[in-house]
């Protein structure tokens, strides 16, 4: 929903990833906190420096492994279920197989920093050489304390493993982003796999893209149509061979194949459709249960990829420009999607801010006059939020029509130049 206001994928890793990272941070302080408090001897025989860098560096490999993994289950069940058996498994595996691998003099090197590679065994491996320290306390009978300048000696293996930790942390991380922007789990359209070579800059529709709506038009299968599809169909060959795309939406011969499962065949959710909808222009469709409705707005603002065709919101391609087309699109979901704890002012703020509404400091202009509060305001008194407080009175208190409204409202903000609602 916030990605379809506008939210860029770079802000939406960084907050999400900040999250994490501050959660997993108060975490790792704790149990440092913790363990130099009551004594433990891994904490008394290692400087805090080590121990902080260590935790540190892990905590950070953990979230990049957590959203590589993310890009591969489609289902949160399958998820839950998956991590706890690695968790689980992983350590048994740490205590009773890759300590005697450690320990062992025939195991080769190289097969001990493959182990390495999982993170659960990186952390097992630290721990391992934390724990030699308190060992050898006991050998020698004064205390022993892992410094800095230990790490360079070959019988430490902590200075490997914080290399290969921080080498795996920035391989995960980058690996997890390009395949959540690749792949598509049921959440929106996957990107071309060279995507990061496209020029990001907007820019008008090219003569490849007016030839391969071209190709799409003359591929069109005659059937017999009813006259005011065929009218539909002759405007938009009309605009093609015009290389007309001031039309706010114009497709052709749109299709959308769900594939069949179970053995039952594939369903065909849109087919061959053809549009063109002009600035301003307020287009209902109307049809039974099925009737391919919800799949074509879905197709439209992102959700699904069309099996074939093209189309073009405001000049930009469904297929390649999502993230271009997302900042001038507003969309009001079928089911309400709102945060019980904020107001209906706030909601309209935030997603003012995905829009890039302007908000000046307070020291240089009023708040009533700057865009970003002109435009919430008059978005409230559109839809009968404003007056009585109401704007300012959590979502939670709202009625279902007031949810509703203020889901409107949301889509109008920042006056978007297409509008879908379903």
């Not at 959440?187 to 496209?198: A, E, I, Q, R």
């Not at 795309?245 to 011969?253: A, F, R």
């Not at 407080?389 to 509703?404: E, F, H, I, L, P």
């Amino acid at each position: 929903m916030m990605k379809m206001h506008g939210l860029g994928n770079g802000p939406y890793w960084m907050i999400t990833y900040s999250y994490f990272l501050f959660l997993s941070f108060i975490y790792m302080i704790c149990f440092m906190v913790s363990g130099f408090l009551t004594g433990l001897p891994i904490f008394k025989c290692t400087v805090f420096g080590i121990q902080f860098t260590f935790y540190f560096i892990y905590i950070n490999l953990q979230i990049s492994f957590a959203f590589l993994l993310s890009t591969i289950f489609l289902h949160v069940k399958t998820a839950t279920v998956i991590a706890h058996m690695y968790v689980f498994g992983s350590g048994l595996l740490g205590m009773f197989v890759f300590q005697s691998v450690l320990e062992s003099p025939s195991f080769s090197r190289g097969w001990i920093i493959i182990l390495e590679m999982f993170p659960s065994f990186s952390l097992y491996r630290g721990i391992y050489e934390f724990q030699e320290y308190t060992r050898r306390e006991s050998y020698v009978g004064y205390k022993v304390k892992m410094s800095w300048a230990d790490l360079i000696t070959d019988k430490n293996g902590m200075r490997g493993v914080l290399i290969l930790m921080f080498i795996e942390w920035f391989i995960m991380l980058v690996v997890a982003y390009y395949l959540d922007q690749v792949i598509s789990l049921g959440n929106g359209v996957g990107k071309h796999p060279l995507f990061f070579l496209k020029n990001l800059s907007k820019k008008p529709v090219s003569s490849d893209q007016h030839q391969t709506l071209q190709r799409q038009q003359s591929n069109i299968h005659v059937e017999i149509e009813k006259p005011d599809v065929s009218q539909e169909r002759e405007k938009v060959k009309d605009l093609i061979h015009a290389n007309d795309t001031t039309d706010s939406i114009i497709c052709d011969n749109l299709k959308k194949v769900y594939p069949g499962t179970d053995g039952n065949p594939e369903k065909t959710a849109v087919r061959g459709l053809s549009l063109a909808l002009g600035r301003g222009e307020c287009f209902g469709m109307l049809g039974p249960n099925g009737a391919g409705k919800t799949s074509f707005i879905n197709t439209m603002i992102g959700l699904t990829k069309p099996t074939s065709g093209v189309a073009l919101v405001d000049g930009l391609d469904i297929r390649s420009d999502m993230d271009e087309i997302y900042t001038s699109m507003g969309v009001c979901p079928q089911h309400d999607l709102l945060w019980e704890t904020l107001t209906g002012r706030e909601h309209l703020l935030f997603y003012g801010r995905l829009k890039n509404l302007k908000e000046p400091a307070l020291t240089e202009v009023s708040l009533y006059i700057c865009e970003m509060y002109v435009a919430v305001e008059e978005s409230l008194k559109s839809v009968s939020l404003f007056h009585g407080g109401v704007a300012d009175k959590q979502a939670r208190a709202y009625s279902g029509g007031m949810k509703r409204r203020l889901s409107v409202a949301i889509s109008l903000i920042g006056d978007p130049k297409v509008l879908s609602s379903y």
